[in-house]
């Protein structure tokens, strides 16, 4: 492949450390998205933990709009991060030692310590419950199974918004045990995926994949975030990963994705409002003049084209990302990569909490929901400040041991797949 100037080796940033930090950045606005949109969960009439007694329906349309693409990224980033690190293990069973505590210790710390919580006010706003919090955790232990809605029970323990982890671990270690068979790099440095991005294709090929994962998986394995029964949710996130480690896990853009990414970002972001509006629109005309009986040939349609707006926005994210984002590194980017997986950690029981008890109190709903997000982002700084100041902490919040003085000299690369 000829060498454009985007997939020379990179200058290194201001502070002369070769990182993709674009890779960095688009993690922190990834999961920033992630806190806004739970936070908008309390407001909108989609099933949650707990809700505003005032609902904002006009946040649904704008949540609509993230909700194919928005988990997806995180998975492309974290492929991407995690075949940087795997060029850089001199063994991958070794970093697959490391990915498994640094992924399955903040798990088990988040089943058993964070995610109770949400759980308890849940019951207690759905199902009426009248124990006290202690009480609850007895049955949380116990795998209780008797607080139901019909036939709908709610599971215990559980990982809630943690499924994330399992999914990624899952996804990791597959990938690292696939590099230790013979030859099996290669896989992942054929030419071939250069084919796959050039003349526009990283806009259309994936796009094929998740429309025909859509046609033949979508309706029959609907989303649970049960690790072993989600089999359509595998399908998109196992190849949104693979994409992201083959195409654009490689400091030198071996492929030309980042370079075809930036190239077509603006098709892309185009692609992306067409579909979603098209889609809206052909959904809306055709409730209006026949209800909800839709056509065969019309489902397929709509799940091809509903496929674009899992795909598109990914490339003109990672387009954007390596025309504004590259070489960007500062010290707060690097504060933030450290403080982002305490805040995912923690967000989301921080809003149960805060929502649960701010909706009693009437106040304006501007103002409630402000303070909900507020007291979220505060939540979530002071846990980042906790997990990084307590060593003990650190390995159940998913931070590693504090670097050694000589670590942080510039040229050391630290990537982090989450």
């Given at each position: 492949m000829n060498a454009t100037p985007s997939a020379l080796p990179r200058?290194?940033?201001?502070?002369?450390?070769?990182?993709?930090?674009?890779?960095?950045?688009?993690?922190?606005?990834?999961?920033?998205?992630?806190?806004?949109?739970?936070?908008?969960?309390?407001?909108?009439?989609?099933?949650?933990?707990?809700?505003?007694?005032?609902?904002?329906?006009?946040?649904?349309?704008?949540?609509?709009?993230?909700?194919?693409?928005?988990?997806?990224?995180?998975?492309?980033?974290?492929?991407?991060?995690?075949a940087l690190m795997a060029e850089r293990a001199a063994r991958p069973g070794r970093l697959i030692a490391t990915r498994s505590q640094r992924l399955l210790l903040p798990l088990l710390f988040g089943m058993a310590v964070i995610v109770p919580p949400q759980s308890y006010l849940e019951v207690v706003e759905k199902a009426h419950y009248g124990g006290s919090y202690l009480e609850?955790?007895?049955?949380?232990?116990?795998?209780?199974?008797?607080?139901?809605?019909?036939?709908?029970?709610?599971?215990?323990?559980?990982?809630?918004?943690?499924?994330?982890?399992?999914?990624?671990?899952?996804?990791?270690?597959?990938?690292?045990?696939?590099?230790?068979?013979?030859?099996?790099?290669?896989?992942?440095?054929?030419?071939?995926?250069?084919?796959?991005?050039?003349?526009?294709?990283?806009?259309?090929?994936?796009?094929?994949?998740?429309?025909?994962?859509?046609?033949?998986?979508?309706?029959?394995?609907?989303?649970?975030?049960?690790?072993?029964?989600?089999?359509?949710?595998?399908?998109?996130?196992?190849?949104?990963?693979?994409?992201?480690?083959?195409?654009?896990?490689?400091?030198?853009?071996?492929?030309?994705?980042?370079?075809?990414?930036?190239?077509?970002?603006?098709?892309?972001l185009l692609g992306y409002v067409v579909v979603q509006l098209l889609s809206e629109a052909t959904t809306s005309a055709w409730r209006q003049a026949h209800g909800d009986d839709f056509p065969?040939?019309?489902?397929?349609?709509?799940?091809?084209?509903?496929?674009?707006?899992?795909?598109?926005?990914?490339?003109?994210?990672?387009?954007?990302g390596r025309q504004w984002l590259a070489d960007r590194d500062s010290p707060m980017l690097r504060w933030l990569t450290l403080a982002v997986f305490p805040f995912y950690l923690v967000h989301q029981t921080v809003t149960v909490i805060a929502g649960h008890l701010l909706a009693p109190l009437h106040w304006p709903l501007a103002l409630e929901a402000f303070t909900l997000v507020a007291v979220t982002a505060l939540g979530c700084l002071l846990a980042a400040l906790v997990a990084m100041r307590v060593n003990a902490l650190r390995p159940w919040m998913g931070l590693g041991p504090k670097a050694a003085p000589e670590s942080k000299k510039p040229g050391t690369l630290r990537y982090r797949a989450f």
């Open positions: 200058t290194g940033s201001p502070l002369g450390t070769p990182r993709l930090t674009e890779l960095d950045w688009l993690r922190v606005i990834a999961f920033a998205l992630l806190i806004l949109y739970h936070a908008g969960m309390f407001y909108v009439s989609w099933d949650w933990h707990v809700k505003s007694p005032r609902l904002i329906p006009a946040l649904e349309a704008w949540m609509l709009w993230l909700n194919p693409w928005r988990m997806s990224l995180l998975f492309v980033i974290s492929g991407a991060a995690t609850f955790l007895k049955l949380y232990f116990q795998a209780y199974r008797g607080f139901c809605r019909g036939s709908d029970c709610l599971v215990l323990p559980t990982w809630n918004h943690l499924w994330f982890l399992p999914y990624l671990w899952t996804y990791t270690v597959l990938v690292l045990l696939g590099l230790m068979l013979p030859d099996a790099r290669r896989m992942f440095t054929h030419p071939a995926w250069g084919r796959l991005v050039a003349g526009g294709r990283l806009l259309w090929v994936p796009w094929l994949v998740f429309a025909l994962l859509r046609q033949h998986l979508l309706t029959r394995f609907p989303t649970t975030h049960d690790l072993l029964h989600d089999v359509y949710q595998h399908g998109v996130y196992g190849v949104m990963f693979l994409l992201g480690f083959a195409l654009f896990g490689s400091r030198d853009d071996r492929h030309g994705a980042w370079e075809a990414a930036r190239r077509w970002r603006w098709a892309a065969d040939a019309l489902l397929m349609a709509l799940r091809a084209l509903n496929a674009g707006k899992q795909w598109l926005p990914i490339v003109a994210v990672m387009g954007f």
